[in-house]
């Protein structure tokens, strides 16, 4: 019979295994099955991972090895001759068919399916598919500053552009700001809209007279309340009155008449709410008999203006803002449909399609439904559906491969998707959480549900603190956004709000997970976490931050762990972004050059392992740059010094102050570098790139074995290099090439039993580590002003703003009160989910031990940041009944010096 089976797996509970085991009950059906089978995830690591995995199960029930999948298979009816028997056999048919192996990412399967056709998706012959989309971006507003399109005002528009970021007090080269505006050309968000945008930009007519009417709009309205304002101002002082006369001064009703006349501040105070109701709330306490004067110009003038102004806001206060939000961000959207139009002309000249291209190109195709009989093909092949990491999928994709799910269960197939809603947190590059959450159940009500609910990776006490914490912590965070949306002044519709408040709730709804039976240890996992004080040691002369004694904590406790004898490599430091991951790498070195350890442990940011960084790349690259142009004395240097770096690091051939007079001649430069490089040289200069670096490696590191993983990785670069430029694969044209793309490729992750790793949150999901430890768990829950997104809302034919489908909007606060104060607490809700699952990757990353350093919450009530929700939490946790034998049981509350610290479990093996 044929299912969806839909897998919702927390952390730690045997995903992969899931999957894995299912694809080798229908591999075993016969050798060849598995040719119709595609398994789809969404990176190279995990896509190995899963092949790994399937080629290891096979492999055991090959030898009769009786694991828990054989005995699964043996009770579904398969005997132990028969299972080794097939077994053997698709093992041997995979690894002699291995292209038939469909185990891929998501991208790599489009980008097949558009390869497969071409001319029916209207595409040229040996279209490329450009990865790396910042790098055409940043060529794009090169061109874009230099020599702009012929657009009306676009100039005009870079200088507004320019002009505010300096008015914020920030620089006014606008290349980077540029460059980010444009990252949001790439997005699902805009791609559903980008044709229709582009149509409309064809009609060069239409910005100005959008501009114009948004324009006589705001005008409009600013002139009717200043004419209020003025009015009641020119009233009082015919009066002869001053604010002083009346309640509250200059800050009370007078003193919105003083903001709608003056400084644009139309939205009625509190005390003008009030004032209009009750005219007795104007008036002071004054001596004399000039009060019924007051109590005259109030009723006869005043307040008259005071209602027509109000009355005014409440029939068009939400259009001006809403006008005054677009307006604001104009000249941002001239900018914007610059670039669009540049990156088009781009692919067009380059025969290109961005990776963000694919999914949008089928979705497009797909729903003109022209050419069905490409997913009739596709469908013909595979039988069997598995999707890794649903809850990453985005709309596109699901759209894309939602009919091969149909076509397969129509023919009686059986297909499984398996993910985890609260490790989703690749929100910003378009995963959609909400299909695994709900969507899909209600696409195919017919679909059976499993919760994989057993952590297999960490222990006891971990798994008890993960389950109470992010129990406390979901339901903190919806009270906190829906007492925000009860108590906002403003009109919205709550229903759809609080019906997304539901889905959020389903998102953790199963976070509880069940332990595994307890190991013959003792031993049952630890948690600590470090609250320090903001100020703990301030003095006059000096302030000391929290996150300064962060580092130090650090530090003691990465040296407590070593003297413990728990091995470097599995140890992991994580944070949130790269920023972080660098300052915690360069304060781990500068430690060591001030207080040398003898722990023999080192502390890396996988961030920072680009391949450029490396010694032995430099080395070889700057050989390259002298051997281009044998004039360039820096690269000579340059080249000797990596060289000497990677043979003997305590060598310092730099002892004289004069380098020149280092070397001062030709013959003391041969002297120290090796002697075949000056015999091959002129050789060297005229071949291709890829013999040229084997020689290279040959004669700088023939005898040295230590960097071989590096340096077979640098020959593989080059190799792709030299075969999808074979036309032109000279020393100059991969320099070219190197400088724009090559330096800037991550090196394979180290696996050095020394090395300790700092890693950002986003990196480490799907990881796990014996020790994680989180040194700056505080980070904002909303988006910060700086680095707020831009949405692409609907208009809504909304006059005057109905001359596009869609407009960016900069998310933030002062879209409350206008038409798009529903999206701005949609994605509030949003942001704030990607954060709680932020949290819950990195908790749930630890095997054994967990730490968290956070700031000690000033304000013990709000929750702004993540260390608030922590704190908060953990003290709800603190609370439970202790006769409750499913919490963890709390080791260790004290004050320190510092701050407070929480300790769940033993610290001690």
Same mark, same amino acid.
């Given at each position: 019979m044929s299912r969806l089976l839909i897998y919702r797996a927390s952390a730690g509970s045997g995903k992969t295994h899931t999957l894995v085991t299912n694809y080798i009950k229908w591999a075993l059906?016969?050798?060849?099955?598995?040719?119709?089978?595609?398994?789809?995830?969404?990176?190279?690591?995990?896509?190995?991972?899963?092949?790994?995995?399937?080629?290891?199960?096979?492999?055991?029930?090959?030898?009769?090895?009786?694991?828990?999948?054989?005995?699964?298979?043996?009770?579904?009816?398969?005997?132990?001759a028969k299972l080794q028997q097939r077994s053997k056999e698709v093992l041997s048919t995979i690894v002699y068919q291995y292209s038939d192996f469909s185990v891929t990412t998501i991208d790599s399967f489009f980008h097949k399916m558009i390869q497969a056709f071409t001319k029916e998706l209207g595409l040229q012959k040996n279209f490329v598919i450009e990865m790396n989309q910042t790098l055409v971006l940043k060529e794009a507003v090169k061109e874009l500053i230099a020599q702009p399109p012929d657009i009306p005002s676009l100039e005009t528009w870079i200088v507004h552009f320019a002009l505010a970021k300096l008015l914020q007090g920030k620089k006014w080269n606008v290349a980077n700001d540029i460059e980010g505006l444009g990252k949001t050309l790439f997005e699902e968000s805009f791609k559903l809209h980008e044709q229709a945008l582009l149509d409309s930009l064809q009609q060069e007519e239409i910005l100005p007279h959008f501009l114009s009417e948004i324009k006589t709009l705001l005008h409009s309205f600013e002139e009717k309340m200043q004419n209020i304002g003025q009015t009641a101002l020119l009233r009082l002082e015919q009066a002869k009155l001053q604010p002083e006369d009346f309640a509250y001064g200059a800050k009370g009703v007078i003193g919105y008449f003083l903001n709608i006349a003056h400084k644009k501040k139309f939205e009625p105070t509190k005390r003008a709410i009030i004032g209009k109701i009750n005219l007795k709330t104007w008036l002071t306490k004054i001596k004399g008999n000039t009060s019924k004067d007051i109590a005259h110009v109030i009723e006869t003038s005043l307040h008259p203006l005071l209602v027509e102004a109000i009355d005014l806001y409440e029939q068009e206060g939400s259009l001006y803002k809403t006008a005054t939000a677009i307006f604001r961000f104009t000249y941002t959207f001239g900018i914007i449909s610059a670039l669009l139009l540049i990156l088009k002309q781009y692919r067009s000249k380059h025969n290109i399609l961005f990776i963000s291209d694919i999914s949008a190109l089928l979705y497009q195709v797909i729903q003109k439904n022209k050419i069905p009989f490409l997913y009739e093909k596709i469908g013909s092949q595979f039988h069997h559906f598995l999707i890794d990491e649903f809850q990453d999928l985005s709309l596109f994709q699901w759209m894309n491969i939602k009919p091969l799910l149909h076509n397969s269960l129509s023919q009686g197939y059986t297909n499984l998707l398996v993910g985890d809603v609260k490790q989703s947190i690749y929100r910003w590059r378009g995963s959609n959480w909400k299909l695994l959450n709900h969507q899909v159940e209600q696409e195919f009500p017919d679909s059976h549900i499993h919760t994989l609910s057993t952590n297999r990776r960490s222990q006891e006490m971990i798994v008890l603190f993960n389950n109470h914490f992010f129990h406390f912590a979901s339901k903190q965070l919806i009270a906190h956004l829906e007492n925000e949306w009860l108590s906002t002044d403003h009109a919205i519709d709550i229903t759809a709000l609080r019906a997304e408040l539901t889905q959020m709730k389903r998102a953790y709804q199963d976070v509880e997970q069940q332990i595994m039976a307890p190991m013959s240890s003792d031993y049952r996992g630890y948690v600590e976490l470090l609250f320090i004080k903001q100020h703990p040691f301030d003095t006059d002369e000096k302030k000391i931050s929290w996150k300064e004694y962060a580092q130090q904590e650090t530090i003691s406790l990465v040296e407590q762990l070593q003297q413990e004898g728990i091995p470097a490599k599995d140890i992991v430091l994580l944070v949130r972004n790269n920023s972080e991951a660098a300052l915690v790498t360069e304060l781990f070195s500068e430690h060591h050059k001030t207080v040398p350890s003898t722990l023999p442990y080192e502390v890396a940011s996988d961030h920072a392992r680009t391949l450029s960084s490396h010694t032995t790349i430099k080395t070889l690259i700057h050989a390259l740059y002298y051997l281009n142009d044998e004039q360039n004395t820096i690269s000579k240097l340059a080249c000797i010094q990596a060289y000497y770096s990677c043979i003997d690091a305590e060598k310092n051939i730099w002892q004289s102050n004069d380098l020149y007079n280092?070397?001062?001649?030709?013959?003391?430069?041969?002297?120290?570098?090796?002697?075949?490089?000056?015999?091959?040289?002129?050789?060297?200069?005229?071949?291709?790139?890829?013999?040229?670096?084997?020689?290279?490696?040959?004669?700088?590191?023939?005898?040295? *074995?230590?960097?071989?993983?590096?340096?077979?990785?640098?020959?593989?670069?080059?190799?792709?290099?030299?075969?999808?430029?074979?036309?032109?694969?000279?020393?100059? *044209?991969?320099?070219?090439?190197?400088?724009?793309r090559g330096q800037d490729i991550k090196l394979p992750p180290s696996t050095h039993e020394n090395l300790i790793r700092v890693m950002t949150i986003h990196q480490s999901k799907g990881l796990e580590f014996n020790v994680v430890i989180m040194p700056f768990c505080s980070w904002n829950l909303d988006h910060t002003p700086q680095n707020s997104p831009i949405l692409w809302l609907n208009t809504n034919a909304q006059s005057p703003f109905n001359y596009f489908s869609v407009l960016p909007i900069r998310y933030g606060s002062d879209l409350k009160g206008t038409y798009y104060t529903k999206d701005y607490h949609l994605e509030e809700m949003q942001i704030y989910l990607d954060n709680l699952n932020l949290l819950y990757v990195a908790f749930t990353r630890a095997r054994s031990k967990l730490y968290v350093i956070s700031p000690l919450p000033e304000n013990r009530e709000s929750i702004d940041t993540t260390s608030d929700l922590v704190y908060q939490s953990c003290m709800l946790l603190t609370s439970i009944d202790p006769s409750n034998t499913t919490q963890p049981p709390i080791a260790d509350i004290k004050e320190t010096p510092i701050g407070i610290k929480l300790c769940f479990g033993k610290h001690v093996y």
């Open positions: 059906t016969h050798p060849n099955a598995f040719k119709h089978i595609l398994a789809v995830t969404f990176t190279n690591y995990a896509t190995q991972e899963i092949k790994q995995r399937i080629l290891t199960y096979l492999y055991s029930l090959s030898i009769g090895e009786q694991t828990p999948l054989w005995e699964t298979l043996y009770q579904a009816g398969w005997t132990a280092t070397i001062a001649s030709e013959s003391e430069m041969e002297g120290l570098l090796p002697k075949s490089f000056w015999t091959l040289k002129n050789f060297l200069k005229n071949i291709s790139i890829y013999p040229c670096i084997k020689l290279l490696i040959e004669i700088f590191f023939k005898n040295d *074995s230590c960097y071989n993983d590096i340096i077979d990785f640098f020959q593989s670069i080059v190799f792709d290099f030299a075969y999808k430029y074979k036309e032109d694969d000279s020393i100059t *044209s991969f320099l070219t090439w190197w400088e724009k």
